[in-house]
């Protein structure tokens, strides 16, 4: 007990770094989690769109497709699940919230395959077949969120946080393209179904705008490329139709498949961006991890130095004391400018060796302090930005579950808040969170604000 009771700065070093280590072995561990959620993710999207198309066409078409996308599915969501009981050791440092989602995420998984043997019997609705796919993504998509909460290192973290509001990209492009596509098979336009296709439109532009604040430079040619595709004209044409459309309008249900491949392709675009991005992260794990070992490397080292070479005046106090030695003089300790010949043979130069160890262990510390503080610094911005999101959300989520508003209304009565009062969005959002009685209209009242935070 004494022994660990009397514990030596260095060795707090290279713990440090040990630590140091271990988190940055953690940290990769969930980005490889997080890869695979990503892939499910996206074969789930392509399985809610087939089964849409098979739905709204009473089975006519995409059958096929769907059959192909669920055999395909299927081998992720089990990868997804050996990966979750990983977390599950005790060595993983998973948090308690973040094993409860994994266990909301494995229930959703569950459901599956009853939907799945429902939707072959052409059952459920395609608004309820949507739904059920979309709950299952939607909680994929907010263990990512929990994931990138915990990141510890600065850069990974703010790749992470792209990560997060791509894949919120990306889902609500999804939902686009299978209501676009259910909305003209259908053959007519519905309010219901044309109101959801112009919120997932303002969805898209909302998360971008946190994506775009975040994206690495060399990634933003990606995203460009993504917004800015050969059929992105094409896309844009079957959108401005379907906005525009009046209500009970009939709609040419052919075009339903021309949809679906044109946001499909943007889809694929985004998808490029997302394999990068994940690249990316995977690169950024591995070189986090390299250097945390070289940082270990070299504390070890420097600490095996100064304990196998004490310091020129405590070797030559045991000389002098020493049975076998027959000191000249009395060691002293030289001070600054001190002119004077040391006693023994090599002590000036064992002095100025001592003199450097020290001098690189301090630095060593003075380099952790600093790094430390960088650290927190960069990674306190990134971290704002996810905890922002899920104040915005909450606060949303206040007004759809008080005042009955959708999930656009919500948000943009947020918006015209926060212009109307010259108040940041979160600033509005944290108010609205703090009313008891939230003090806004009806979506068709004129006001639409919150009382002034």
Known sequence: ??????????????????????????????????????????????????SSLYLASGGRSFDAERTEVVAFAEPLAQALRT????????????????VSMMGWVLLDLDSLGPLRA??????????????????????????????????TDPAISRLLVTLVHLLQV?????????????????????????QRFIHLIDAQERAADVLLDFIDADLRP???????????????????????????????????????????????????????LTAHLQAACQAAIA?????????????????????????????????????ASVPVL????????????????????????????QDLLQQQTDKLAQTE?????????????????????ALMSRLGMTEDAAYRALQKAAMDHNKRLLDVAEATLALTDIALASPNAKAQTPSTP
């Not at 909305?183 to 519905?190: D, I, K, M, P, W």
């Not at 030289?334 to 262990?361: F, H, V, W, Y």
């Open 291 to 327: 250097a945390a070992r070289q940082d270990l490397a070299d504390s070890t080292g420097l600490v095996q130095r100064l304990r196998q070479n004490p310091s020129p005046h405590a070797q030559a106090a045991d000389r002098y004391f020493s049975a076998a030695g027959q000191p």
């Open 222 to 276: 990606h995203w460009d490329d993504a917004q800015n595709g050969p059929n992105t004209a094409q896309l844009e044409r079957l959108r401005r139709g379907l906005c525009m459309a009046k209500v009970d309008q009939p709609l040419d249900a052919t075009q339903s498949t021309v949809w679906f491949d044109v946001s499909s392709k943007r889809l694929a675009d985004l998808g490029v961006l997302e394999a990068a």
């Open 1 to 50: 007990m004494g022994k660990n009771m009397n514990r030596s700065t260095s060795d707090f070093i290279v713990r440090a770094r040990e630590l140091e280590l271990q988190a940055m072995q953690h940290l990769a561990a969930r980005a490889a989690l997080v890869e695979v959620i990503g892939k499910l993710v996206h074969a789930l999207q392509w399985e809610r769109g087939a």
């Open 118 to 151: 429902a939707i072959a019997q052409k059952a459920p609705k395609v608004g309820d077949a949507m739904g059920a796919f979309s709950r299952v993504i939607a909680g994929l998509i907010e263990l990512v969120f929990h994931l990138a909460d915990g990141a």
């Open 170 to 194: 990306k889902e609500a492009a999804g939902q686009e393209r299978a209501v676009g596509a259910s909305l003209l098979a259908s053959g007519v336009c519905s309010e219901l179904e044309q």
């Open 83 to 98: 990966a979750f009981a990983e977390q599950l050791d005790a060595g993983s440092a998973a948090s308690a919230q973040m």
């Open 334 to 361: 030289a001070t600054k400018g001190d002119a004077a010949t040391p006693a023994e043979p090599g002590q000036a130069m064992e002095a100025a060796e001592a003199s450097s160890r020290i001098a690189s262990l």
């Open 377 to 397: 610094q960069e990674l306190r911005k990134a971290k704002q930005a996810i905890h922002d999101r899920k104040v915005i959300e909450r606060a949303k989520g």
